[in-house]
């Protein structure tokens, strides 16, 4: 796979949407709701262009279920794909376009992660740009080695989760 940061795109908003659509046809009661997470649901901040989605579900062990109706619209079910409590399902092969990372509503440390750094990096302009740097040269550094592109990234990552946690939960207060 071939590692590609790009600028922010509009589009990338309505892709999500329109995958949604899909996803939400597919899953009907079973879901409780699909939210754009990563870094193509935030405005200017560099990304690969990977529409990531994290619809929240009612029980996931159903999911399994939904394998065939999703690889029918173009999703590899992959399962838990080392998250305990997920499903994850990507799209596009070596030239992915989506992702999706299922959770059950109760999983609350997995949904709550995924939501904090979302809406810190919205509202932290300047984190986001620097996080939009990092991966920028990282993509440089490891075009080509996913892995490498990953661990050179995953201490940002997890101080940028830590601050997001914090920062939501006193906003919550």
Known sequence: MNIIITDYNENWTQLFKKEAKLISGILKDELVKIHHIGSTAVSDLKAKPIIDMMPIVKDISNVDH???NMIEIGYEPLGEFGINGRRYFRKGGENRTHQIH???????????RHLAV???LRSHKKDAIEYGKLKESLALEFSK???GYSNG?????????????????????
């Open 153 to 173: 990234k995953s201490d940002f990552v997890e101080n940028l989760e830590r601050k997001a946690i914090e920062w939501k939960r006193e906003n919550e207060r």
């Open 145 to 147: 080695d996913i892995e």
């Open 66 to 68: 939904f394998n065939e």
């Open 102 to 112: 299922m959770f059950q509503y109760d999983n609350h440390f997995e949904i709550e």
């Open 118 to 120: 979302r809406d810190y």
